[in-house]
T-cell receptor
Framework: AQSVTQPDIHITVSEGASLELRCNYSYGATPYLFWYVQSPGQGLQLLLK??????LVQGIKGFEAEFKRSQSSFNLRKPSVHWSDAAEYFCAVGDPFKTIFGAGTRLFVKA | GAGVSQTPSNKVTEKGKYVELRCDPI?????LYWYRQSLGQGPEFLIYFQGTGAADDSGLPNDRFFAVRPEGSVSTLKIQRTERGDSAVYLC????????????FGAGSRLTVL
């Protein structure tokens, strides 16, 4: 069965510091992988997606993620965090028809 | 419309009552999805539609939950005999093509069952 694990419930980073959010998945074939962000009072917004090809994918707002098949991971990174990045981040896995989400990692940014 | 619209944004009801939550997807999007998000959790898949038909309803928790999309556009999620455990944010998403799997979400309908 498909599943997504986000090991960190919450993470705090200083503004300007780098960020890495972890995501591990379980899937029987090559998955479609996603990162979504949810800000307070806002709907879920797609940051980036991986379907095939280059394993390093670029997204919006300066985010990137790397697909590592051997580790079943799809970690999200950003070189320099801004205070506006404080939000909940969800990793998701799926096939073309159905997407399963992880429990999320809440990011806090301190000045 | 420009985005996925969900109404009501908030619904408070009493245990045992019936509720309907509406989703108006982006114009032209053929695929429509319902998710439920409980506090501190990620979105949990409920059901998705391709056109008018439910392609996969395996996520509906029990037979109190039902969803329709009669004309292939607007969808209604219906919950009978609500229970306190049904309290959550119900999210709707749509996708341009069935199988494209890039979801555009609405802001959600927060349901509180007293």
């Amino acid at each position: 069965a498909q599943s997504v694990t986000q090991p960190d419930i919450h993470i705090t980073v200083s503004e300007g510091a780098s960020l890495e959010l972890r995501c591990n998945y379980s899937y029987g074939a090559t998955p479609y992988l996603f990162w979504y962000v949810q800000s307070p009072g806002q709907g879920l917004q797609l940051l980036l997606k991986y379907f095939s090809g280059d394993t390093l994918v670029q997204g919006i707002k300066g985010f990137e993620a790397e697909f590592k098949r051997s580790q079943s991971s799809f970690n999200l990174r950003k070189p320099s965090v801004h205070w506006s990045d404080a939000a909940e981040y969800f990793c998701a896995v799926g096939d073309p028809f159905k997407t399963i989400f992880g429990a999320g990692t809440r990011l806090f940014v301190k000045a | 419309g420009a985005g996925v619209s969900q109404t009501p944004s908030n619904k408070v009801t009493e245990k045992g009552k019936y509720v309907e939550l509406r989703c108006d997807p982006i114009s032209g999007h053929t695929a429509l999805y319902w998710y439920r998000q409980s506090l501190g959790q990620g979105p949990e898949f409920l059901i998705y539609f391709q056109g008018t038909g439910a392609a996969d309803d395996s996520g509906l928790p029990n037979d109190r939950f039902f969803a329709v999309r009669p004309e292939g556009s607007v969808s209604t999620l219906k919950i009978q005999r609500t229970e306190r455990g049904d309290s959550a944010v119900y999210l709707c998403a749509s996708s341009l093509e069935f199988g494209a799997n890039v979801l555009t979400f609405g802001a959600g309908s927060r349901l509180t069952v007293l």
